[in-house]
């Protein structure tokens, strides 16, 4: 089955413990990217990337970071969390060839 | 700046009903727009994309206007169902590798 798949689903961690949120796709996409969805602000793109090795800031890079070492994989690295960057978070991607994004099924990050 | 306006942010209809979503955004130079769907606690599924070129997309009960020139969209669903519930999200794409999103609209279609 074609998809995104993101982990974990859910985590508690606290303040300053590095966490990293895995996100592949099986769909050998070139575009992958990262969104943060908060109350009242909708979502935010943190990251993203065209290809391996090509990432890009997107809205709201500040905090993050990204690794896009194979086509499949581009996971978010958050090497100091702090309680702001309390969020859902969802990975997405797409064809080079094509506008449309499919998106993971979320993951949901509490700082303490 | 991109930015995008979904109203109303929450609605709520009996069965049945036909009902428009609406969707705004202030730069017009898009390169297309997407509609999603959100269910509670998941991700989002893609609904229907508009390309810039095109007036209008057709899913099932699913119809998407696009008027650029004037930067807004609208959602159709006929004869919406409780399955309908949820919310639905518009995103524009500007450049190609960054979508904004709306707000969001929380569709509640009772029995």
């Known amino acids: 089955e074609a998809q995104v798949t993101q982990n974990p689903r859910y985590l508690i961690t606290v303040t300053g413990k590095k966490l990293t949120v895995t996100c592949s796709q099986n769909?050998?996409?070139?575009?992958m990217s990262w969104y943060r969805q908060d109350p009242g602000l909708g979502l935010r793109q943190i990251y993203y990337s065209m290809n391996v090795e090509v990432t890009d800031k997107g809205d709201v890079p500040e905090g993050y970071k990204v690794s896009r070492k194979e086509k499949r994989n581009f996971p978010l690295i958050l090497e100091s969390p702090s309680p702001n960057q309390t969020s859902l978070y969802f990975c997405?991607?797409?064809?080079?060839?094509?506008?449309?994004?499919?998106f993971g099924p979320g993951t949901r990050l509490t700082v303490l | 700046k991109q930015e995008v306006t979904q109203i109303p942010a929450a609605l709520s209809v009996p069965e049945g009903e036909n009902l428009v979503l609406n969707c705004s955004f202030t730069?017009?130079?898009?390169?297309?727009l997407q509609w999603f769907r959100q269910d509670p606690g998941k991700g989002l599924t893609s609904l229907l994309l508009?390309?810039?070129?095109?007036r209008e997309q057709t899913s099932g009960r699913l119809n998407a206007s696009l008027d650029k020139s004037s930067g807004r969209s609208t959602l159709y669903i006929a004869a919406s169902q409780p399955g309908d519930s949820a919310t639905y999200l518009c995103a524009v794409n500007n450049a190609g590798n960054m979508l904004t999103f709306g707000g969001g609209t929380r569709l509640m279609v009772k029995p």
């Open positions: 997405a991607s797409r064809p080079s060839g094509s506008n449309e994004q499919f």
């Open positions: 769909m050998n996409h070139e575009y």
């Open positions: 508009i390309q810039s070129s095109q």
């Open positions: 730069d017009s130079a898009i390169y297309n």
